[in-house]
């Protein structure tokens, strides 16, 4: 079992910026594929971003794509979403996921191992 935990969330306005973390205490999130998802109230959990294994890969969401960024550094066992130009329909809760394989995908279903979310809130 792989414990992941996020931080980072909060409260910001609309074209502000937050950064989210995910780390896995105890073990090396080097190991797995990453990937961000977000579920607001009464929504379904829809998929945000995506890094491979090495960090060669990522993949975006057509509705954040060009303001979110992900990014992993397996040195300090983290996975980052850098998010800019926040507007409120990105308020939900984020949640990490890792998946033990190298490539990286945009289901959420093939995700292994999962976070208990942080909350954003972007307010207008």
């Known amino acids: 079992q792989v414990r992941l935990v996020e931080s980072g969330g909060g409260l910001v306005q609309a074209g502000g910026s937050l950064r989210v973390a995910c780390v896995a205490p105890?073990?090396?999130?080097?190991?797995?594929?990453m990937g961000w998802f977000r579920q607001a109230p009464g929504k379904e959990r829809e998929f945000v971003a995506a890094?491979?294994?090495?960090?060669?890969?990522?993949r975006y969401a057509d509705s954040v794509k060009g303001r979110f960024t992900i990014s992993r550094d397996n040195a300090k066992n983290a996975v980052y979403l850098q998010m800019n130009s926040l507007r409120p329909e990105d308020t939900a809760a984020y949640y990490c996921?890792?998946?033990?394989?190298?490539?990286?995908?945009?289901?959420?279903?093939?995700?292994?191992?999962w976070g208990q979310g942080t909350q954003v809130t972007v307010s207008s």
């Open positions: 996921a890792a998946r033990s394989t190298t490539d990286s995908t945009i289901i959420y279903s093939t995700y292994d191992y």
């Open positions: 105890g073990r090396s999130v080097s190991l797995y594929a």
């Open positions: 890094i491979s294994r090495i960090g060669y890969t990522t």
